[in-house]
């Protein structure tokens, strides 16, 4: 079955660094375009990163250009969101996602990590 697993979260400071992963399992990691979301108290779930494969393009909210990366390793199953320069706002639980074309087109979700920017 399809696995999700994010690691990562924390708390930080503003103007401070973390780095999230995703480790995923149960599907062709290196065919599927893989993305970052998250949802603040409150808020609806918004999309923060894309990655898409092969390529390797990538798309980002505007809220984070310029401040967050993300990036994959095929070899590993993973996929991973760089957030640099944080900001109160960007106080969220962050999800991985996958979404797979089984006759339909099925959303599928890690448990979600917190991340917390506050000083």
């Known amino acids: 079955q399809v696995q999700l697993v994010e690691s990562g979260g924390g708390l930080v400071q503003p103007g401070g660094s973390l780095r999230l992963s995703c480790a995923a399992s149960?599907?062709?990691?290196?065919?599927?375009?893989m993305s970052w979301y998250r949802q603040a108290p409150g808020k609806e779930r918004e999309l923060v990163a894309t990655i898409i494969n092969p390529g390797g393009s990538t798309n980002y909210a505007d809220s984070v250009k310029g401040r967050f990366s993300i990036s994959r390793d095929n070899a590993k199953n993973t996929v991973y969101l760089q957030m640099n320069s944080l900001k109160p706002e960007d106080t969220a639980v962050y999800y991985c996602?996958?979404?797979?074309?089984?006759?339909?087109?099925?959303?599928?979700w890690g448990q979600g990590t917190q991340v917390t920017v506050s000083s």
């Open positions: 149960g599907f062709t990691f290196s065919t599927h375009a």
């Open positions: 996602n996958v979404q797979l074309h089984l006759g339909a087109r099925v959303n599928y």
